[in-house]
């Protein structure tokens, strides 16, 4: 367990995936169960062996796992008669049999299809799957210490030395932003505001949500918030809960 900035961000260390991981070899099933409830993907391989690392996204590929990507933007909604009814405004390179026979492929016969993307067939593939996931990623290397030349791969996001302790802070550093953590500082009715009781949330929330965290019960009756600190006019800012979080605002609902 990782504490870092007052968030617990629990760490699972599992072997990495070789060929062949879908079978069962290197025990991959249980890794890929793992990666599959994951928030982050942590990928590390050291200095002697960079080509390890396409070795394992190759095999999360080949697993339905994909790295740092959006999920498709198409909508399925399956119909109970009337034949596939596909709608896009953007050319593709495939025509609308194409989307037909890949359907059916996946057992959808009567259904309405928006494609909102330009796709490949690959992507037009797994906007069909409900077996893909998509996971944010960090690509390390190990063992900057017996690097005898830097590194220039765009592929690397950092280069550490666990043995030396070298670029750990900016590994952490890296986690939080991955998993676009963001702190909020409750204040009780009658206390000052401070930063005693964190709460984590994620970029892109509102007050809203960081009231349903409290408690569903919680929320129910709040419908405003002072807020002090990161986000705020001037202290005690009255405002409605639809207001996005910033990371060290402090608030009090009321």
């Not at 617990?8 to 890794?31: F, H, S, T, W, Y």
């Not at 929320?219 to 990371?247: N, Y």
Request: cysteine-free.
């Amino acid at each position: 367990m990782m504490v870092y900035k007052d968030a617990r961000i629990q760490i699972l260390d599992v072997p990495g995936l070789i060929e062949g991981a879908e079978e069962g070899k290197g025990r991959g099933r249980e890794v890929i169960s793992v990666v599959r409830g994951a928030d982050l993907i942590i990928i590390m391989s050291d200095v002697g062996r960079p080509n390890a690392i396409n070795t394992i996204k190759e095999a999360l590929y080949n697993n339905g796992i994909r790295l740092d990507e959006s999920p498709p933007e198409v909508v399925i909604e399956k119909k109970l008669r009337g034949g596939m009814i596909i709608h896009s405004n953007i050319k593709q390179d495939f025509d609308k049999e194409t989307v037909v026979e890949i359907a059916k492929e996946f057992g959808y016969t009567n259904a309405e299809v928006t494609i909102k993307e330009r796709l490949d067939i690959d992507r037009l593939i797994d906007s069909f799957s409900k077996s893909r996931v998509y996971v944010p990623s960090i690509i390390i290397l190990n063992k900057i210490d017996q690097m005898k030349t830097k590194s220039k791969s765009n592929k690397i996001d950092l280069v550490i030395s666990a043995e030396k302790d070298n670029n750990l802070g900016k590994l952490k550093d890296l986690i939080w932003e991955k998993l676009d953590f963001v702190r909020v500082y409750l204040v009780r009715p009658g206390e000052a505001p401070s930063n005693d009781n964190p709460v984590i949330m994620n970029v892109g929330q509102s007050l809203s949500d960081v009231a349903t965290m409290v408690g569903k019960e919680f929320a129910e009756d709040k419908t405003k918030a002072k807020i002090w600190g990161t986000g705020a006019k001037h202290p005690g800012q009255e405002v409605s809960l639809k207001k996005k979080i910033d990371e060290g605002m402090q608030v009090r609902f009321v």
